[in-house]
């Protein structure tokens, strides 16, 4: 793991296509402005796993049941998670 300190206002750049600005911090809380091609999927770590949690819960049941299998990159109740459009801000 890379463990970097930013101030406010400074960012990390990922490859040439994902900037990660820290906004502002209040006590223990940090805000990250993220800048990425919309096509980027960004999701809170503690969703993504409920995500992959369900996924592997579904193709188990699914490989008991003799159907076909799911792949691990079919979403369950994805409808029901809010997600952010990631672009520009103005």
């Given at each position: 793991?890379?463990v970097?300190?930013?101030?406010?206002?400074?960012s990390?750049?990922?490859?040439?296509?994902?900037n990660?600005?820290?906004?502002d911090?209040?006590g223990?809380?940090v805000?990250l402005?993220?800048?990425a091609?919309?096509?980027?999927?960004?999701?809170?770590k503690?969703?993504?796993?409920?995500?992959?949690?369900e996924?592997?819960?579904?193709a188990?049941?699914s490989?008991?049941?003799?159907?076909p299998?799911?792949?691990?990159?079919?979403?369950?109740?994805?409808?029901?998670?809010?997600?952010?459009?990631?672009?520009?801000?103005s």
């Open positions: 793991m890379l970097l300190s930013r101030k406010i206002n400074e990390i750049q990922i490859g040439t296509d994902i990660i600005m820290v906004i911090v209040r223990d809380i805000r402005g993220i800048t091609p919309q096509s980027t999927q960004i999701w809170r503690e969703l993504w796993d409920v995500i992959v949690k996924n592997q819960t579904a188990r049941a490989s008991s049941d003799n159907a299998a799911l792949p691990l990159s079919t979403f369950s109740q994805l409808s029901r998670i809010p997600t952010v459009n990631v672009g520009e801000h």
